[in-house]
Nanobody
Framework: QVQLVESGGGLVQTGGSLRLSCQIHGNDASLGAMGWYRQAPGLQREFVASLTSGVFTAYAESVQGRFTISRDNTKRTLNLQMNSLTPEDTAVYYC??????????????WGKGTLVTVSS
């Protein structure tokens, strides 16, 4: 069993940065991929970024060049560095883990989410 706990959300102004972390609890040996989704008010959950086999990264077009996903195996965390934030990035961000991240049917575990609010 794996539990994912997100942290690092908060309120930031347009153009600012935030770093999200996802603490991994439990046996993660079988997890081939980890990543992030987000859900803005009134919208469906959407893919943000993924890290597969600890090496291969993928990003949604809307965050490409601004967000960076990484994993710290020592601390057992998955991180998302978010730069040049805009109000369109406002959402609850969810950590995800499984055999694949995008599409979401490959996700086996979800965190409870952390809220990111970007003010204009």
């Amino acid at each position: 069993q794996v539990q994912l706990v997100e942290s690092g959300g908060g309120l930031v102004q347009t153009g600012g940065s935030l770093r999200l972390s996802c603490q991994i609890h439990g046996n993660d040996a079988s997890l081939g991929a980890m990543g992030w989704y987000r859900q803005a008010p009134g919208l469906q959950r959407e893919f943000v970024a993924s890290l597969t086999s600890g090496v291969f990264t993928a990003y949604a077009e809307s965050v490409q060049g601004r967000f960076t996903i990484s994993r710290d195996n020592t601390k057992r965390t998955l991180n998302l560095q978010m730069n040049s934030l805009t109000p369109e990035d406002t959402a609850v961000y969810y950590c995800a883990a499984g055999s694949m991240i995008d599409p979401s049917y490959g996700v086996d575990y979800w965190g409870k989410g952390t809220l990111v609010t970007v003010s204009s």
